[in-house]
């Protein structure tokens, strides 16, 4: 565990290792903005399915580890350790490396619209859950229907249930 301060704390690193090879800062956000704001993102390009996450605070860490390390993640097991380091370090005056996908291996999220723990009022409607293998669609398009969301998970080759 991090810390277990009330008040969040200054930002926490977190090492996430056994990442699949199609993961990418943006997906790896997605996961981890459940559990608390992130900073930044930084796959490391010199071993291969390790990446480096900065939470706002420590209470988002603590929160991340408690929910996701050991979870299964696109096929595979994901372990989160703190890091010793005290923040993602990006530099702006060196190319950015490229990850199989194409996606850039480093991405800020400071002033994303994404946040959710961002004020008070948006935290408080977040419900810390553990990952599951249901997913839930709301606020579809009208003109999207069950025959789409099925054709969509086949293409994906992705199993479903009735």
């Known amino acids: 565990v991090v810390s277990t301060q009330s008040t969040g704390g200054p930002p926490a690193v977190l090492m996430v290792h056994g990442l699949d090879s199609t993961m990418n800062p943006s997906r790896l956000f997605n996961l981890f903005c459940m559990y608390g704001d992130v900073n930044k993102i930084k796959f490391l390009m010199t071993k291969k399915g390790i990446a480096m996450v900065e939470m706002k605070n420590s209470r988002g860490a603590d929160n991340v580890l408690n929910h996701l390390n050991r979870a299964k993640v696109l096929g595979s097991q994901i372990s989160i350790s703190p890091s010793k380091h005290r923040e993602v370090v990006v530099y702006n005056n060196s190319a950015p490396g490229i990850l199989e996908d194409g996606t850039e291996n480093v991405q800020v999220f400071l002033n994303s619209r994404f946040l959710r723990y961002s004020t008070e009022k948006k935290a408080a409607k977040n419900?810390?859950?553990?990952?599951?293998?249901?997913?839930?669609?709301?606020?579809?398009?009208?003109?999207?229907?069950?025959?789409?969301v099925l054709k969509l998970l086949e293409d994906k080759r992705l199993s479903h249930s009735n």
Do not use: G, W, Y
């Open 127 to 148: 419900r810390l859950v553990d990952p599951t293998k249901i997913l839930h669609f709301f606020a579809l398009p009208l003109e999207i229907d069950e025959d789409f």
